[in-house]
């Protein structure tokens, strides 16, 4: 199980996270929602032990992780928000580079990249340099690169941008797959339907701090209405109608 | 037997390859090469091959254009019987040490921002079980083999051909072995130390400065080391002349030119050191591992301040809310707007220039290197004015004096159009492909503002007072008023069929009029920085003869807009992309 507890960050005086406590148990697959701004990436960040938390730990299976961060990054698979890849590498180069880093098997590594890129549609381009990648294709290079050494944990931050549909769905099924094959899954996104179509569970963030957290199902019950509705009625207290209406007469504005 | 030996070095080497420490060190070599940085922008990526072939390729010419001096039948026809080759060396010995720390230290520049390992390489490695301990080594490792490595290949073709053309008039063969082993010993050490003293800039920067500031005074530190190395491969042939007149005491200077004490090692290693020289060599082995374990604790330093920090870093951007100083209407850009660009391509295109070359590192440093070289001969134009010239006068109205805005704008303006053709991630160019009409033939006159806008009101500042305080109104406005017309026909012929925005077009292909393009620039440069201030030396003293320029500056204007009025339609549109010239050209009559 991991479990966040009482996790809080700042940068100098100013909180970015504040008191986050949740727990993922296995085959759960719980979504993380939250405006700009609201600490999703950092709460991604300390998950993964990029950045070390000003209070609070983050535990895997009871154990701090940062006392064997290794050990803990061996059973993680993390797809970040930006695709920052080595555009001079192919896609398999790139693929083999991580696979060898993490210490996989030679020959299991090779057949599982070959298989991963054919089931991702990017077996033809193998042996392009990924500086000539679509930005969906180097989605799904990181995506193979995050699950192929079939870690425990698996956290996406906006895994899907960029995807076209077929990929998009094909990884929402296999979102789902993982959480039943009692995988922990921590799901990042901006795109309600998907968190609500693949999550099982949903975190609702606002200026640092959890202000929903629950089944997705128990969520749009209490509330009455639909995920989207829900976290616009929980997150943002703007009247999105109105400010559309202003933007298009700032576009009619002409000088005086 | 050897095919057996070989397969097993084969296979452990393989097996070594292939294991997670040493993937990642060749993967930092590969970063090192290709490039670094967090966008995926389209720089100048000249693959491994091509990069080490440039990089050996001044030792090989240097070497060769030297066959004239130590050829034993050229020496022979020219009367030359006796002469004692080690001392004639020591000139071209030190400039092949500076050559090689000049062009050492310039790839270290060059591949600044490569040496440590940045976000991608945090975002790629840090969340795999590596520790970060492990990536410092790897990168450490990476880079030490890449200096042994660029040590070789800038001197591999100089210590092989340099012996080889000085040992041309001996009989012994040994003479060749000693002779090569002891310039292999200095180049090398003298590429490593600079390699280490760019590392070790690099490392204390980043040991002392927090992230933010290391990024903008990273840049002009940079620009200082270009101002540097461009300052040591100038004055290479006059240094050794100062070491022979420093009379038994060791210069001052010296200290500040690490070059002189690799020519004092090979020197003493001969046996052929004087006692300046000796003691020069005997700070060759203490600098050097200074250096080195300076540079090495300043690297761990600030990897550990910088690289492992990078997830707090990027998330903490500050928004500079600093107020404007001026009122609107009194600021640069409205200025130059009410005055010199009247349409909104060229107030936009301006901008997008004067900001691209101002915060693209590349573009920084090229200009930076022109300005440096530009510096610097104009600074040895001064010194030739002065020596030997009795009156401030005569030192002012002498050719030397007067070359130095000629010198100045020849260098800055072919620097600025040479910048103009280096691309700025062209991925974004889509924007003006989309907005810009392709048959509007604004680039010309809008490179043109640029480039007089950023020389003209600098070169008239500096020399119409200069001029004015050391000889009267007249001199200054007839010196000025050339200096200017000038520096306007110069940008006239060098926008000659300039038909793209600057910095959005691919980069030009290497074709076979390149070389005349470089030798009409070393010819337009003599007659420009040489020929016209000599011209107006004499021409001063009675100014009416100035009148007889104007027949040239007639004909340098009328021939670009003749070859302007010229050129077909098809030729005058706006282009993003260079294309190859084909082969066979089809006549399209049909068309």
Excluded at chain 1, 128 to 154: H, N, T, V, W
Excluded at chain 1, 218 to 223: A, D
Excluded at chain 2, 27 to 32: C, D, E, G, K, S
Excluded at chain 2, 513 to 533: C, D, E, I, K, N
Aim: glycine share 6%; proline share 5%.
């Amino acid at each position: 199980m991991l479990e966040a507890v009482h996790l809080t960050k700042r940068y100098a005086s100013l909180p970015a996270v504040q008191d986050l406590s949740f727990s993922l148990r296995p085959g759960q697959v719980l979504g993380c929602l939250g405006p700009n701004g609201s600490g999703k990436s950092t709460t991604v960040k300390m998950l993964t032990g990029l950045l070390q938390p000003t209070r609070g730990v983050v535990q895997f299976d009871g154990h701090n992780i940062q006392h064997d961060l290794m050990a803990y990054r061996k059973c993680l698979g993390y797809v970040p928000e930006e695709p920052h890849l080595y555009p001079y590498l192919t896609g398999w180069e790139y693929l083999e580079l991580i696979g060898t880093l993490r210490g996989m098997p030679r020959p299991d590594l090779e057949k599982k990249i070959d298989s991963l890129l054919e089931l991702f549609s990017l077996h033809p381009n193998r042996h392009a340099s990924i500086g000539c990648y679509s930005k969906g294709m180097r989605q799904r290079i990181l995506l193979i690169a995050a699950i192929m050494d079939d870690p425990e944990i698996f956290i996406f931050d906006e895994p899907l941008s960029g995807l076209d549909v077929t990929s998009a769905l094909i990884f929402k099924n296999l979102v789902q797959a993982l959480g039943r094959q009692g995988k922990l899954v921590f799901y990042c996104s901006h795109v309600l339907e998907v968190v609500e179509k693949v999550c099982s569970d949903v975190l609702i963030l606002r200026k640092g701090v959890v202000i929903a957290q629950d089944s997705v199902t128990n969520i749009g019950r209490i509330l009455g209405q639909s995920l989207e509705n829900t976290f616009l009625h929980l997150v943002d207290d703007v009247d999105t109608m109105s400010v559309a209406r202003d933007i298009v007469s700032v576009m009619q504005m002409k000088a005086a | 037997m050897i095919t057996q030996a070989a397969d097993v070095i084969f296979r452990v080497w393989d097996d070594h390859r292939r294991r997670p420490f040493w993937r990642m060190v060749q993967l930092f070599v590969a970063r090192i090469f290709r490039g670094a940085g967090d966008s995926d922008a389209d720089g100048l990526d000249l693959g491994i091959g091509l990069v080490l072939t440039l990089l050996a390729l001044p030792g090989a010419f240097v070497s060769l254009f030297l066959m004239d001096k130590y050829g034993s039948l050229l020496q022979w026809l020219r009367g030359i019987t006796h002469v004692d080759t080690l001392a004639i060396v020591l000139p071209d010995e030190y400039f092949f040490i500076v050559l090689s720390m000049t062009v050492t230290g310039a790839v270290a520049v060059w591949r600044w921002d490569a040496i440590f390992p940045d976000r991608r390489d945090y975002m790629n490695l840090v969340p795999l079980p590596i520790s970060t301990r492990n990536i410092f080594f790897a990168n450490l490792i990476a880079v030490l083999f890449l200096v042994i490595l660029i040590a070789f290949d800038v001197n591999a073709a100089s210590c092989v051909l340099f012996p080889t053309v000085v040992a041309a008039s001996q009989s012994e063969f040994i003479f060749f072995v000693k002779f090569a082993v002891v310039h292999a010993a200095g180049v090398l050490l003298g590429s490593v130390f600079a390699f280490l003293a760019v590392f070790l800039t690099l490392g204390i920067l980043m040991a002392v400065l927090p992230p933010r500031a290391l990024q903008r005074v990273s840049a002009y530190v940079r620009g200082l080391v270009v101002v540097y190395l461009v300052g040591l491969l100038c004055t290479a042939f006059a240094v050794p002349d100062l070491l022979r007149q420093a009379g038994g005491h060791v210069p001052s200077w010296t200290a500040l030119m690490p070059s002189t004490w690799f020519l004092g090692l090979c020197q003493s290693l001969r046996g052929r050191a004087d006692p300046v020289l000796t003691a020069l060599s005997a700070r060759v082995i203490p600098g050097i591992v200074a250096v080195a374990v300076v540079a090495l604790c300043a690297y761990a330093v600030g990897y550990r301040r910088h690289f492992v920090r990078i997830a707090e870093i990027t998330d903490t951007t500050v928004i500079d809310h600093t107020p404007a100083l001026l009122p609107r209407k009194w600021r640069f850009g409205v200025l130059l707007d009410r005055l010199a660009l009247h349409t909104a391509f060229q107030k936009g295109g301006f901008r997008f220039i004067c900001k691209t070359m101002l915060r693209s590192e590349a573009h920084r440093l090229a200009l930076t290197g022109v300005g440096g070289l530009a510096l610097v001969l104009a600074s040895q134009a001064l010194l030739d004015a002065v020596e030997g010239t009795r009156s401030r006068r005569a030192a002012a109205l002498s050719p030397d004096a007067l070359s130095i805005p000629f010198i100045l704008s020849f260098l800055v303006i072919v620097g600025l159009r040479i910048v103009f053709e280096v691309p700025v991630d062209l991925r974004s160019n889509w924007i003006f492909q989309l907005m810009l009409d392709s048959d509007g033939q604004e680039c010309e006159r809008l490179a043109q503002r640029v480039i007089l806008i950023l020389v003209l009101p600098g070169l008239v500042a500096i020399t119409l007072p200069v001029y004015a305080y050391l000889e009267g109104w007249l001199v200054a406005g007839l010196h000025t008023l050339l200096v200017a017309t000038w520096a306007v026909l110069l940008t006239n012929i060098v926008l000659i069929r300039f038909r793209k925005l600057p910095f959005t077009c691919t980069l030009p292909l290497f074709k076979q009029h390149s070389f005349v393009t470089m030798l009409s620039f070393v010819f337009g440069f003599l007659l420009y920085a040489r020929s016209t201030p000599e011209f107006e030396s004499s021409a001063l003293l009675e100014p009416v003869r100035m009148l007889s320029l104007i027949p040239v500056a007639a004909v340098a204007w009328y021939v670009p807009h003749f070859l302007a009025k010229n050129t077909i339609d098809l030729e005058k549109k706006l282009i993003f992309e260079e294309s190859p010239t084909p082969t066979i050209e089809a006549l399209r009559l049909s068309d």
